[in-house]
């Protein structure tokens, strides 16, 4: 680790808290910081990957044994933004000198060529050892299919697949471990599921767990017609209020067809987007139930109910059996008996009964009884069997030094003909044009997601009153602000507000905003530009700012001394 002598590169936009850290650990001999233009991470993607190609330095066993080697595999459709196929495939586009990247990224060559080294140069006669992870920059990023191919293109290239201090991944802590039939009835691409409902399609919406209002993009049109449409069916319920079901049934269904919104919600608290909701459905988590969940390390572990839930809260997957018994029991009164069947199989009563009908399935291995007494620490998918009393995981995948990629009868991995095309969503190389401000969107670690728990934590609420908007100084100075100021960003797609947060490390013309806050969300500013495959941009949009007030006495009482980590 850092601590024994690796090498740490960071790319980032930003000189983040990351960056002070690892040199504090490693040293700043050891810590390269790469700061590019917002966007251009796919340039220096394919010039590392050509100049670590160009100089021999991959590992032309792994590339042989576990790579498709024969030109393209897949070509470029509507389902795949780019083509797929092998290495040589895969240079044709991707092929991108140092001298260029250093020119669109706004970075120096020799740093570029420094990152090719420390990745892939040989030491000491052996393969040098990378692990690559990637987050929200790139995943919410530019061209992000792309964009994340290009990434893996150098893993696979430099063998840094399934051996010891090599990987990528991504850093993402979300607890999974759910099974689902395949995804091919939704379509690929799937379906703009918000501008379908901005444009007026849809008739009932089903949210689990998400608060739209603070996290999605374009969320200042989005908000106006979500109100506006569920407020057609409110009006219609009020309406009827004191007729019989049957007439307050068909007010719902005339005001639907009319172009309202029928909202139904499922949360484990108040949100905000539930504010419109015609129905909500009280949901409990972890500790309320028996919860099957993965993490990172791929460790399935079984946490156990221990308290009662709340009310007549439910499981969500009890949740949607109680919605499918319903509606097979509806319909096959409605004399639909084929359309019942599709909600034939539900009657779960438990969260076992659900895992048992799902998960184990394809895991027949894998019980309640049998996850239970693998303890804490589980069993790191995917399971082999079972033998002598524990299930049998996989501490490392590919260790035998050859990639089975799913999905494929080859089992070959595939680079990816990541060609540059500038900002790729609509909109963006205008909105860059004509504001002053990249308006970043970025996470902290004392909010949890969109802070539906924080925002009744006063502790927290005290730390930040308001969504912390980090800027330079100098930038600061221009616009008359003060550390606490309560600004506002503006921009064609909308407007949001928070507090002006003095930051040195700021680069001229860039600000940070915290991402999905109660009290203003960062997605207001931002278009609905996406990709192919209907994947967003949210961390690309700018826009100007102005300021609304002096700070408040809460914003006066925040502490704006450096987030930087000293050790």
């Not at 108040?270 to 460790?299: D, F, K």
């Not at 109680?322 to 639909?336: D, H, P, T």
């Not at 996406?530 to 949210?538: H, I, S």
Request: charged share 25%; with cysteine; net charge negative.
């Amino acid at each position: 680790g850092l601590e024994n002598g690796a090498k740490f590169i960071m790319v980032d936009p930003r000189r983040t808290v990351t960056v002070n850290a690892a040199e504090e650990i490693a040293g700043a001999e050891n810590v390269l910081h790469l700061p590019i233009d917002p966007g251009s991470d796919m340039v220096l993607f394919n010039a590392l990957f050509t100049h670590i190609v160009d100089q021999g330095w991959t590992d032309s066993d792994f590339i042989a044994n576990s790579t498709f080697t024969s030109g393209e595999a897949v070509a470029a459709d509507a389902a795949h933004p780019s083509g797929l196929g092998s290495l040589d495939f895969a240079m044709t586009t991707c092929r991108t000198s140092t001298a260029e990247a250093a020119e669109i990224c706004k970075v120096d060559e020799a740093d570029i060529i420094k990152a090719a080294e420390w990745i892939a140069k040989p030491k000491d006669g052996a393969r040098r050892k990378c692990v690559t992870a990637y987050e929200k920059g790139i995943i919410w990023g530019n061209d992000n299919y792309r964009t994340i191919g290009a990434l893996l293109n150098i893993s696979l290239a430099t063998g840094n697949v399934g051996r010891e201090g090599g990987g990528c991944c991504r850093l993402g802590g979300h607890q999974e471990g759910y099974y689902r039939p395949s995804d091919g009835h939704v379509g690929r691409p799937a379906t703009y599921v918000d501008q379908l409902m901005i444009s007026g399609g849809g008739k009932v919406q089903h949210i689990w767990a998400c608060d739209h209002y603070k996290t999605t993009l374009n969320a200042a049109q989005y908000k106006l017609a979500h109100r506006k449409r569920a407020a057609m069916v409110k009006d219609a319920m009020d309406a009827s209020a004191a007729g019989t079901r049957e007439q307050q049934v068909d007010a719902i269904v005339s005001a639907v067809n009319a172009g309202g919104l029928f909202v139904v919600d499922v949360d484990i608290h108040h949100s905000q987007i539930g504010q419109n909701a015609h129905v909500v459905l009280p949901a409990c988590e972890s500790n309320e139930m028996n919860l099957t969940s993965m993490n990172g390390e791929r460790r399935l572990r079984l946490s156990e109910k221990y308290m009662d839930r709340f009310g007549n809260s439910l499981p969500d997957c009890l949740i949607a059996a109680k919605i499918a018994q319903n509606m097979e029991r509806v319909l096959r009164e409605m004399g639909q008996s084929d359309y019942a069947d599709q909600f034939k199989g539900y009657d779960w009563e438990t969260e076992e009964d659900a895992f048992m009908d799902g998960y184990h399935q394809g895991n027949p291995d894998v019980t309640y009884d049998r996850l239970r007494a693998m303890g804490n620490n589980g069993v790191q998918e995917p399971v082999q069997g079972y033998e002598n009393g524990k299930l049998m995981g996989v501490e490392r995948l590919y260790m035998d030094g050859t990639f089975n990629r799913h999905g494929r009868d080859d089992g070959k991995a595939l680079f990816i003909a990541a060609q540059w095309r500038g900002l790729q969503a609509a909109g963006k190389e205008q909105e860059r044009a004509n504001h002053k401000f990249w308006i970043n969107n970025v996470r902290a670690n004392i909010f949890w997601q969109n802070q539906f728990l924080d925002k009744d934590n006063d502790f927290i609420q005290d730390r930040f009153p308001y969504p912390f908007i980090e800027m330079n100084a100098d930038d600061m100075a221009e616009l008359s602000l003060n550390a606490g100021d309560l600004i506002e960003i503006h921009n064609e797609n909308g407007s949001t507000q928070g507090m002006a947060y003095p930051t040195d490390t700021a680069a001229r013309g860039q600000v940070a905003m915290v991402f999905g806050s109660p009290a203003g969300s960062q997605g207001n500013v931002v278009n609905p530009g996406v990709n192919e495959l209907v994947l967003p941009d949210y961390k690309h949009t700018w826009g100007n700012i102005r300021k609304l007030a002096d700070a408040t006495p809460a914003a006066r009482a925040v502490s704006f001394k450096s987030k930087e980590y000293t050790s």
